[in-house]
């Protein structure tokens, strides 16, 4: 079955970074375009960045745009999320999954535990 591990999260004071990892099995990881959604307490899941199925291409929502890098290793069905100059407005809970390109929606109904992030000093 699918399934995603997500890593990386923990405390970091505002302008620290953090590097998510997600590790993905039960379907042809390279065939699927992937994603890193995110969802803050008492807010909507949303999408943060997406990126293509060899990784030539990426899009960021706007308010990550030049902080947030997503990445992908096809040889250990990983993807990543390098976040810099991390702000207290990118606290929440981060998970992965294959993404549908052209409505931005998640392909798969499971997700993993996803993987905390929290911003403050």
């Known amino acids: 079955q699918v399934q995603f591990v997500e890593s990386g999260g923990g405390l970091v004071q505002p302008g620290g970074s953090l590097r998510l990892s997600c590790a993905a099995s039960?379907?042809?990881?390279?065939?699927?375009?992937m994603s890193w959604f995110r969802q803050a307490p008492g807010k909507e899941s949303e999408l943060v960045a997406a990126?293509?199925?060899?990784?030539?291409?990426?899009k960021y929502r706007n308010s990550v745009k030049g902080r947030f890098t997503i990445s992908r290793d096809n040889a250990k069905n990983t993807v990543y999320l390098q976040m810099n100059s991390l702000k207290p407005e990118d606290t929440a809970v981060y998970y992965c999954?294959?993404?549908?390109?052209?409505?931005?929606?998640?392909?798969?109904?499971?997700w993993g535990q996803g993987t905390r992030v929290t911003v403050s000093s």
């Open positions: 999954n294959a993404v549908v390109a052209t409505t931005n929606l998640p392909k798969f109904a499971s």
């Open positions: 990126i293509t199925m060899i990784g030539g291409s990426t």
């Open positions: 039960g379907f042809t990881f390279s065939s699927y375009a």
